[in-house]
């Protein structure tokens, strides 16, 4: 059941605690909920605890309201720490040349929100961590309750988006997955991907808010401390452009990505998981451990566009086909790769993994070389022949970003803006942002700045060219030499 809201009607009820039944101005039956958000989450925690101080160079004007609402409804924690230093952000230009500015205030969203993701306590989270912020910052909102797979993506792809000034998503990784790829199903795609998004985290991985916290220069945290950042970045209202990932596969199926694809040991990680999704974050930690007893290897041919190669051989951006996206930089998977390509032999992998963005999981820091610039996507391989306890090393070491400080001879990465994977002995399975994809020939590049999301950097990525030393020169390796 869709329930909206306005600041004004809870504004005395900013205890943590769901509204009490009749308080809610109006509600409809478009979308109907075994739930009653009046009901849910009154055993959620953190509604007695205190306010921590917010780090004040990140705070801006909304930031300090909150701060002050906060303090004295003494009803949701800020995460301690301090930020990273950031220069002063610039104002972003959209894929047409054009600036966006922030969220409007007052401002309405669409939340859609999951009650069975990770733990099954979105809902009460909801209530206690994120609705109290939104009414002291003015942003009203209509939420609804998805029922099944792939409802999200029914949902965007019938929605007058006209009536929100954003779509929040508070789940995990899979539902960005649906909304997105929903948004681009619909006939005026183009305008739909328009249409900012917000990522709260409340699934299992939560990789897309862990990212964006990253971005934001807040410390590495999980749980209700990553929520509550990330909707203090709704809050503040700031958007910043995002790169997607088109896929193609050799059935004809067209896909986006938004975070990961990835082959081997971490899908079959990802996948094999899901039984434990009650445990919450942890799943990924028991799963890898099951694997890692079970390793396998799996038989394929890599191959793929360095940054760096585009970067010297780049013209003119292309413009959006009218009726999809157009892929520039691949050609049919029928066909053998450009020449101008790096082409892996065919050989046996324990991993392949291409990656949009810093963090694979909340706690799995795995791309801290730094945001790759606009096009361009994080690729890591792990060649056969790594052992067990190599392999446990490398991600223990992940979850401070540590892991390419092992210097593991078979842990190759490199900046590509596309890429073709071909499975030759049918194993294992694909994992699209932790989303099934059967094994079978697939490529990808990367579409720049193509969609919108909350952030807390306006500053765009810088433009595509040939890499430069990451921040610590022991973390990036050049892959080894492949034919071309």
């Known amino acids: 059941m869709p329930v909206r809201a306005t600041p004004r009607a809870w504004s005395q009820n900013l205890t943590g605690r769901p509204p009490p039944k009749g308080t809610a101005p109006d509600s409809t039956s478009a979308v109907s909920s075994p739930s009653d958000p009046a009901t849910a989450g009154n055993d959620a925690g953190g509604e007695d605890e205190p306010h921590s101080r917010h780090r004040e160079a990140l705070l801006g004007s909304t930031d300090k309201e909150l701060k002050s609402g906060a303090a004295a409804a003494d009803s949701v924690r800020t995460v301690p720490g301090t930020p990273r230093q950031r ?79 954003a779509l929040v998503v508070m789940s995990g990784d899979g539902l960005i997955h649906e909304v997105v790829n929903g948004l681009m199903e619909r006939p005026d795609w183009e305008t739909a991907i328009q249409k900012p998004l917000c990522s709260l985290p409340a699934g299992s991985g939560n990789a897309m808010a862990a990212s964006l916290n990253y971005y934001a220069g807040y410390e590495q945290v999980t749980k209700e401390d990553l929520l509550t950042n990330c909707t203090q970045l709704l809050c503040r209202r700031l958007l910043a452009p995002m790169d997607l990932l088109s896929l193609q596969t050799a059935c004809g199926q067209r896909l986006f990505s938004v975070l990961s694809l990835a082959w081997g040991f971490i899908a079959d990680v990802d996948l094999e ?9 942890i799943r990924f930690t028991l799963g890898t451990c099951l694997r890692l007893v079970a390793l396998r290897t799996y038989r394929g041919t890599l191959a793929y566009l360095p940054a760096e190669t585009l970067a010297s051989r780049r013209g003119p951006s292309p413009a959006r086909a009218p009726q999809a996206p157009s892929d520039t930089h691949v050609v049919p998977l029928e066909q053998p790769v450009p020449p101008h390509w790096t082409v892996v032999p065919e050989q046996d992998f324990v991993l392949v993994l291409a990656l949009l963005h810093s963090h694979l999981a909340s706690e799995l820091f795995t791309a801290p070389m730094g945001r790759c610039s606009a096009g361009a996507m994080h690729l890591f391989y792990v060649r056969a022949g790594v052992s067990r306890a190599t392999l446990l090393r490398l991600f223990l070491a992940m979850e401070k970003g540590r892991h390419m400080e092992c210097h593991c001879p078979h842990l190759v990465y490199v900046p590509v803006v596309a890429f073709r994977l071909e499975p030759k002995d049918g194993k294992g399975v694909f994992a699209v942002d932790g989303e099934l994809l059967i094994s079978e020939a697939v490529q990808g590049q990367v579409l720049p700045n193509y969609f919108w999301m909350v952030s807390g950097y306006r500053e765009s990525p810088p433009s595509l060219k040939p890499q430069s030393s990451p921040r610590r020169k022991s973390q990036q390796r050049p892959p080894p030499a492949e034919s071309r």
């Open 87 to 165: 220069g002063p952000g610039g104002e972003v230009m959209d894929a047409a040349g054009g600036s966006r500015n922030p969220l409007p205030r007052p401002c309405h969203v669409l939340v859609l929100l999951n009650p069975r993701g990770g733990k099954g306590k979105a809902l009460q989270l909801f209530w206690s961590h994120v609705q109290p912020l939104l009414a002291q910052a003015d942003v009203s909102f209509t939420l609804m309750l998805t029922e099944r797979r792939n409802h999200a993506r029914e949902l965007v792809r019938a929605e007058d988006l006209r009536r929100w000034d």
């Open 273 to 281: 998981s899901e039984k434990f999704r009650r445990l919450g974050e």
